[in-house]
């Protein structure tokens, strides 16, 4: 478990579990906050005054034309382009990470829906709806254009049920393994039978009455489910439900939580009517009060908070290469089973891959940065501090940084920034 010792520490690990990561100066105003008041910026900025976001996307025309390989590739650049810009300057960061965190959940992944509209659309549904109600976000999932060509429910007909996504609603998505049967997930993917995508239509989705079977169902004990709706309030309804959920959550911005802290997360969800903010709200309460515990960080909160402290000056073209590099590339999870987790973040090859990733970016960071600045005089503690770890640098990593030769570098500093990020004192959140 970690423990912390003042405000500034609380908060600290607060950005670096809840946003992507913060300028020089905001660590300064949210401990001016205290605790209760940064969980409150977080979970409700509307309270604060922060007005709503539109989509990233809400302005852009995108042209589809598969003949035109440059056009694509650059298109989706440019989506690329506005979500990263989003990321980095939202104020409104953990609507963000838990837009993250459900696409994460989802994996819906555009190598196979193959059309960026329908993506973006998806991902927009995860931020949209991703601090609600949870019974919309499945609704909204289990009729996505994106999900329904992910998991074949296109192909899903009253005379074929395809078992696909009725099989991840249950095992990923809702209740998890071992909270259901064969039998389960038989009726559910009849019960979700009917469901098409229209390409020509602008990839708009539509209920085919002829191809669905409306024969009721029996789905984790409730009668009579017979389609989306009573699916969804049979799975939600589930007591594994709630406790599913804040299980994922709680270990995504937590780290791995005992048994107990689930089950009262879990408790606090259902007494909440599935409401996910106040899942959020409880989280990272507990996370402040000591319930986390060190957690290796994934290449995309790595990278972005390391841009966004040192104000390094990257292009989106070589930050998706980076991530790709990482082996965490932007909408593209590598199975319904979502990123790879601790196991391949500290792998060998990954830990080089993130050494080569800092020493590029240390290269991109303006000579007056604060945390260039700090590197370049030896403030270990000022340049810790400036990355969200005001307890300072381990002793290993200070060793290292006191023994670096940082003259073979372009600059000053950019030898030692490099070794800072790449530190396992970053790696673990």
Request: charged residues 20%; negative net charge.
């Amino acid at each position: 478990m970690i423990q912390f010792n003042s405000t500034r520490e609380t908060v600290a690990f607060l950005a670096r579990r809840a946003t992507w990561g913060l300028v020089p100066g905001e660590l300064d105003e949210l401990e001016a906050l205290g605790v209760e008041g940064t969980i409150d910026l977080l979970v409700d900025p509307s309270g604060a005054g922060i007005a709503e976001e539109p989509s990233a996307w809400a302005d852009w025309e995108y042209t589809y034309d598969q003949s035109d390989r440059d056009l694509s590739r650059a298109q989706t650049l440019e989506a690329l382009d506005r979500w990263r810009n989003r990321l980095q300057t939202t104020q409104r960061p953990l609507d963000h990470q838990l837009a993250w965190f459900w696409h994460d959940h989802f994996a819906v992944s555009l190598q196979v829906v193959r059309y960026v509209p329908a993506m973006l659309d998806h991902l927009d549904l995860c931020w949209s709806l991703g601090r609600g109600d949870f019974r919309k976000l499945i609704r909204a999932v289990t009729t996505d254009a994106a999900m329904l060509v992910f998991l074949d429910g296109t192909t899903s007909t009253g005379a074929a049920p395809n078992e696909n996504f009725g099989r991840e609603l249950l095992e990923l998505y809702t209740v998890g393994i071992n909270n259901f049967n064969e039998a389960d997930v038989k009726a559910a993917a009849v019960a979700l039978t009917g469901w098409n995508v229209r390409p020509r239509f602008g990839w708009d989705t539509r209920f085919v009455p002829r191809r669905h079977d409306d024969t009721p169902q029996t789905l984790l004990g409730v009668e009579r489910v017979h389609d989306v709706d009573t699916t969804v309030a049979a799975v939600a309804s589930s007591p594994a439900c709630s406790v599913f959920i804040a299980s994922k959550l709680g270990r995504y911005l937590l780290g791995d939580i005992d048994n107990s802290t689930i089950f009262a997360l879990g408790s606090t969800f259902e007494a909440a009517d599935l409401d996910i903010a106040t899942l959020v709200r409880a989280t990272l309460a507990a996370g402040a009060a000591g319930k986390a515990t060190p957690m290796v960080m994934a290449p995309l909160p790595w990278l972005l908070q390391s841009i966004k402290s040192t104000g390094a000056l990257v292009e989106t073209s070589s930050l998706a290469r980076a991530l790709g590099f990482l082996g965490q590339p932007l909408a593209n999870p590598p199975n319904v089973g979502g990123y790879p987790g601790a196991s391949t973040w500290l792998a060998s090859s990954a830990t080089a891959a993130r050494f080569s990733v800092a020493t590029a970016l240390a290269t991109k960071v303006p000579a007056e940065s604060p945390a260039l600045v700090a590197a370049r005089g030896g403030d270990w503690a000022g340049l810790a501090d400036l990355l969200l770890r005001p307890t300072g640098f381990s002793e290993p990593t200070l060793a290292a940084l006191d023994d670096l030769d940082d003259s073979v570098t372009t600059r000053p500093g950019e030898g030692a920034l490099a070794l800072a990020l790449a530190s396992p004192d970053l790696l673990i959140a």
